[in-house]
């Protein structure tokens, strides 16, 4: 078989391949969370959120919001060196990130089993 007839058959395969791809996925929740500070955050995100009475007093103080909050647990870095701890139960992770006014900001967060709690919020 000729190599012309070859590559329209492998290109067109590979095109019914990508309809079927683009019609299974289409619309669904799916995502990567491959590498370790993705999968702590997005194991963070997923659980019922509480916020502790150190972090709710810092939270008063209105330099920093939940939308902060919700932005550094999305987009932030987890400092492995520091995190990891077990603790009463759960795990402390502390990430870092910013609030909308680019002031760096420091979550020390206790991740459990069913719930992740917000211990405090510390203004770097």
Known sequence: MKFGFRLAY????????LVFVFFILNGKDASCAYFPNARVLKNIRTKPFHY??????????????TSDV???????????????VPYQGGKVYIVEGKTKDNTPLELKVVNYETKAVLMEIVKK
């Open 70 to 84: 919700r932005r550094t647990l999305t987009y932030g870095d987890v400092d492995f060196g520091r995190s990891n």
């Open 52 to 65: 502790d009475q150190a972090a709710t007093a810092e939270l008063a103080k209105q330099w920093v919001d």
């Open 10 to 17: 492998y290109l067109g395969g590979f095109a019914i391949g």
